[in-house]
Nanobody, 126 residues
Framework: QIQLVESGGGLVQAGGSLRLSCVASGHTFNTHAMAWFRQVPGKERELVAAISWSGGSTRESDSVEGRFTISRDNAKNTVYLDMNSLKPEDTAVYYC???????????????????WGKGTLVTVSS
């Protein structure tokens, strides 16, 4: 198994930028796709962005496409989420997740992920 630790959350003004980082440790040998999810109280956890093991394939949700970018540095076992032009509706707890079964990123959802971080809070003020 692996452990995922997110960092980079905080309070930012609307229109600002923030970078989230997720560092994986433990047995990462068979880790494949990685993803970022977010959740607001009372709402289901939703996929924000996903990236393949190689980093060659990515997907972003419609709500963040063009503003958020997911990337990874396998040498550092780290996945990033660069968030730009932040809006108040982006406020949520952001979770890093990893898949160990080789599911294609097109099919990833919260139920497909095998490992989860504890989350980092992002608050965007008006």
């Amino acid at each position: 198994q692996i452990q995922l630790v997110e960092s980079g959350g905080g309070l930012v003004q609307a229109g600002g930028s923030l970078r989230l980082s997720c560092v994986a440790s433990g047995h990462t040998f068979n880790t494949h796709a990685m993803a970022w999810f977010r959740q607001v109280p009372g709402k289901e956890r939703e996929l924000v962005a996903a990236i393949s093991w190689s980093g060659g394939s990515t997907r972003e949700s419609d709500s963040v496409e063009g503003r958020f970018t997911i990337s990874r540095d396998n040498a550092k076992n780290t996945v990033y989420l660069d968030m730009n032009s932040l809006k108040p509706e982006d406020t949520a707890v952001y979770y890093c997740a990893a898949d160990s079964s080789g599911v294609l990123i097109e099919y990833l959802d919260s139920n497909a992920m095998d490992y989860w971080g504890k989350g980092t809070l992002v608050t965007v003020s008006s």
